[in-house]
């Protein structure tokens, strides 16, 4: 029993960040992500937005966002130009 009242202690003192990396087209998407967040998400835990620094769409999207989450403006990755956007979505019936 007090193994199991310690361990329930040691986990209320665990701080975590979500840090998600996305760009201004899927402002929408983040939108949905950030609400869910909120509703779920510990209130004392971070929340990071990285978006790309050399976007002006991407450095308008900061003021938009809630203020308990941090945005940060990074360089594109040197494998950007490499990803495949052309994403897929889901709806009740499945991929289409």
């Not at 990396?21 to 929408?28: D, M, V, Y």
């Amino acid at each position: 029993n007090a193994t199991r009242n310690s361990s329930a202690h040691n986990a209320s003192n665990v701080m975590v960040d979500l840090f998600i990396r996305t760009f201004h087209s899927k402002l929408e998407e983040l939108i949905h992500l950030l609400h869910s967040v909120a509703l779920f998400w510990p209130s004392g835990w971070g929340v990071i937005v990285a978006l790309d620094g050399e976007s002006l769409e991407d450095e308008a999207m900061c003021p938009l966002l809630p203020k308990w989450v941090r945005c940060v403006l990074m360089p594109r990755p040197r494998f950007y130009d490499s990803f495949d956007l052309t994403f897929q979505t889901i709806n009740a019936g499945g991929y289409h």
